[in-house]
């Protein structure tokens, strides 16, 4: 059964840091490109940022460019977004996906992931 974790939200000032995880199992981790993204009260859900399957390339969306980092470690089937210097306007619920194959730029897309983990909660004050 594959299945998405998402953890490591909460509430944090703004110019604060949080780092959010995305636990895998289920799937051949390596063979799938892992996006977060995030659904704020009213919003559509939007994509955040994406790492490859592959070659790890890594995709964000230009509103967190330079703010966010994701990655992934494959011994350990987890994928980490690093938020730092957040802003109000990332309050959000963030949610990690899953799809197999090369996605590219692509993976900022949610319509185009085929598994989601639940979503985790943060909320940035000013």
């Known amino acids: 059964e594959v299945q998405l974790q998402a953890s490591g939200g909460g509430l944090v000032q703004a110019g604060g840091s949080l780092r959010l995880s995305c636990a895998a199992s289920g799937f051949t981790f390596d063979d799938y490109g892992i996006g977060w993204f995030r659904q704020a009260p009213g919003k559509e859900r939007e994509g955040v940022s994406y790492i490859s399957e592959s070659d790890g390339n890594t995709y964000y969306a230009d509103s967190v460019k330079g703010r966010f980092t994701i990655s992934r470690d494959g011994a350990k089937n987890m994928v980490y977004l690093q938020m730092n210097s957040l802003k109000p306007e990332d309050t959000a619920v963030y949610y990690c996906?899953?799809?197999?194959?090369?996605?590219?730029?692509?993976?900022?897309?949610?319509?185009?992931?085929?598994?989601w983990g639940q979503g985790t909660q943060v909320t940035v004050s000013s």
């Open positions: 996906a899953a799809r197999s194959g090369p996605l590219g730029i692509l993976g900022l897309i949610p319509g185009l992931h085929d598994y």
